[in-house]
């Protein structure tokens, strides 16, 4: 009987910590994993950097049902980061990306 009632106990905290914790406000963290390239101060702007940079556009295009880049040559999109990239070795691409996802 005993264990009957702590086993009934348990579970009944175990389901008000999850009903308390589905109550949470939920955010959005700014935290992500980026895939591929990495740092600005390796950018050499190859074929498969371009196509890395052109892929993460179009995947926060198809996430966002977004148009960012429409009617940009993409050779501007590798000017863009290449003057980002000189002037802040310090950052990654897709800080670059980014900074022209917001202008565009």
Known sequence: MARSVIRTTIVR????????????????????????MGECSKWVGGIEDRFWLLGFISGYNYANNA???????????YRFVT????????????DAISAFIKIN
């Open 67 to 77: 148009n960012v880049g429409e009617g940009v040559n993409a050779d501007e999109i």
């Open 83 to 94: 003057r980002f990239c000189r002037e802040r070795r310090g950052d990654d691409l897709a």
């Open 13 to 36: 905290a175990a389901v008000a910590a999850s009903l308390f914790a589905a109550c949470l406000p939920v955010t959005s963290a700014s935290a992500y994993t980026v895939k591929g």
